[in-house]
């Protein structure tokens, strides 16, 4: 519930300062939040555009990521 509420509060500057914890997220052992962090960090990358070459490849490799509670479609 938080990650989809901070997707839809973000500011530059929480994106910013949030940056850090969520691309540490990609890596969660649970598939939701994986998706989830995925997503918030698409709308944080939006506001703040600077944090992309941060997270750049762990995003690639989500986004290629088979685990059935990953999947953004579908």
């Known amino acids: 519930m938080a990650l989809n509420g901070l ?3 973000v500011t530059p500057e929480l994106a910013r300062d949030l940056a ?3 691309i540490a997220m990609l890596n969660h052992s649970r598939p939701h939040i994986r998706k989830r962090s995925v ?4 709308k944080a ?3 703040y555009p600077d ?6 490849n762990r995003l690639r490799d989500k986004l ?7 999947q953004l479609l579908g």
């Open 51 to 56: 944090i992309l070459p941060q997270c750049m």
């Open 45 to 47: 990358i939006i506001r």
């Open 39 to 42: 997503l918030a960090l698409y």
């Open 7 to 9: 997707s839809h509060i």
């Open 20 to 22: 850090p914890e969520l």
């Open 64 to 70: 290629d990521d088979s685990d059935d509670g990953t």
